[in-house]
């Protein structure tokens, strides 16, 4: 439920071949659903709902003249900047998937000043916030997340963070929110092939395999 798998939205894949060939992956280690989520952030990628619908058609197309049988839907992964700020001020209707699920994310380095208040005012919405990948923010404690997690926003950790794909600070923080039971989703974030070769290794990682026996959200979507 977090992939970026639109070809040439953001720095996921380059074209639908890098996709369709990823696709394919996905579906022999076992995926029978994607549900891919280019970035929106106003300064780098300004993805449009319009945009991602219609590259998730041609991308869809594919799929089926390929004959694999994998669905794939498309929402999005949002930064949490200003000017997110002011499409949910505005009430503008956000990408969910699921049960009216957003996901976002935040700068990497410290806590954004509107955290709380987008956690408040999209519940008050009627969204469900994820926050993408919390062990690999500089600012995340496990005090921090329970809090946060408290105030309504769901936690998504990363696969390849678990198997040390970042750094080992993050891993140890991946495995301690896995420990505690705090993992509400567990996503991939793949955008190419390196994070493929960590997805098929997955299984055979302990603590991936105890992630998988939590009582995840994916297996309701
Ligand atoms: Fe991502």
Redo the contacts with the bound molecule.
Sequence with gaps: M?S?LLSALDDGVRNHEEAIDLIHSFYDIGYRKLIT?P?INSDYYRNEPDTIRHTLKELKDLVAKENIPISIEAAA?YYLDEELMKKVGAREHLLTFGQSYILF?TNFLNEPYQLQDFIFQVITQGYKPIL?HPERYGYMTMEKAEELHDRGALLQINIPSILGYYSRPIQRLAIKFIEQGWVDFLGS?CHNHHYMQLLKEAPRDRNFRKAVDLPLLNYTL
Excluded: G
Aim: aromatic letters at 0%; hydrophobic letters at 10%; proline letters at 0%.
């Design positions: 977090h970026h989520t970035h992964e994310e993408a974030d």
